[in-house]
């Protein structure tokens, strides 16, 4: 959802198996070794995942203003 909100692809942003494993990794390190925690797709998507998994959050997405926004939900 938060590569299609950016127009992005998202077989080239991540695989399931990275997020996977950026959230087995938070006890260790931030994911600094994954390929969605460097660059354009840590600004992109990276960051957002991050504190998704942190903060335990759940997000909402709708469709507003023709792209798709997220909203946390505490």
Do not use: P
């Not at 991540?14 to 996977?20: L, M």
């Not at 959230?23 to 969605?36: E, I, K, M, N």
């Not at 840590?42 to 335990?56: H, N």
Request: charged share 25%.
């Amino acid at each position: 959802c938060l590569c299609t909100g950016q127009g992005l692809d998202a077989d080239l942003m991540t695989s399931r198996a990275e997020v996977g494993k950026l959230y087995r990794s938070l006890g260790d390190t931030d994911g600094d070794g994954l390929r969605v925690m460097r660059g354009w797709r840590r600004e992109a998507v990276g960051d957002a995942l991050l504190q998704m998994i942190r903060a335990g959050t759940a997000v909402q997405f709708t469709w507003a203003d023709g792209g798709l926004h997220a909203t946390r939900i505490a």
